[in-house]
């Protein structure tokens, strides 16, 4: 066997060991805090995988991943509470319908050339229109948002405590675990890089940049529509704010950026790392606003100044700084 399909063969079982382990947490702890911690930890991986898709492996900066978010959340509530729709089914809708919007979206911006800065505001502009639409329109229930009525059972993808929440969230995390492992071995992956590298060259060798770039958002808002769908069923609760409001955007870049862009296990270590930030500012300064922000911005800056590569490439980094240290 190549080193390469060695390395492959070791990811997967890093994979399938995180996956064990973390399943079973509920197991050796029924305390609420240590299971709602993991679960909600968990949420933010989901976030900022989703994120790290398009972003990392695509090179497409996204300001407006709530967009995809919050269509998820909206599509999971109103199936149920004005479709009739059972949780699980609309689950499944809430994930086509936030591809679709990446879809959408994608199509408009990748058509007429526009990356970097620009896709940024776009996508940022997105979803502010979407969150106006939302306070404006009668079936999102406007500024004063749905709530999702309790019916306990895990028929209803309501569970009674939060282990069920937790397998739930894993299994989405495991799958977008596995996706980010396909795209780092997969012909697709390897096409997504190469855009993300270089546009022009990548077409000048038959790539076709649109079709990668729309496959990659459609995949990455697949992703944070199933995150939406979780909070509604978690929180029971959404409103234009939390749907489409910048903070779940900035979560998910931050994490992504902070552990590692274009990294497997990257995602997750900031997720959890600024999950951990996130739990200790509240016991500081309790709920103060905007705390989180201000906690989330400085650790970017400092990631991007030491740490370019985020904490996954701490290695590699360290390494770097050594070899100059010696020839300085």
Known sequence: MSEIGKQGGRQLALIALFAVLVACVPLFTRSGTVLNFVMMALYATLLAQ??????????????????FFGTGAYIQAIAQLQGGINAWAALALAILGAALAGLFVGALSFRYGLKGSYFALVTLAFAEVFRI??????????????????????ANLQFGSR???????????????????????SRFGAYLQAVRDNEDAARAVGVNPFRIKLAAIGLSGAFMGAAGAFYVQVFQYIDPGIAYGASTSVEALVAAIVGGMGTLWGPVLGAVVLHVLADLTRNLFGELPGINMVIYGVVL?????????????????????WKGGRHG
Do not use: C, D, K
């Open 163 to 185: 282990s069920g929440y937790l397998w739930l969230v894993l299994g989405f995390v495991v799958a977008a675990l596995l996706l980010s492992w396909w795209l780092r071995r």
């Open 133 to 154: 639409i939302a306070l404006s329109v009668p079936f999102t229930g406007g500024g004063v948002g749905l709530m999702v009525p309790l019916r306990e059972s895990a």
């Open 301 to 321: 800056v400092l990631i991007v100044i030491f740490l370019p590569r985020g904490i996954a490439g701490l290695g590699q980094s360290a390494r770097q700084l």
């Open 50 to 67: 989703a994120w790290n898709i398009l972003g990392g492996f695509g090179g497409q900066f996204s300001f407006g991943h709530a967009l």
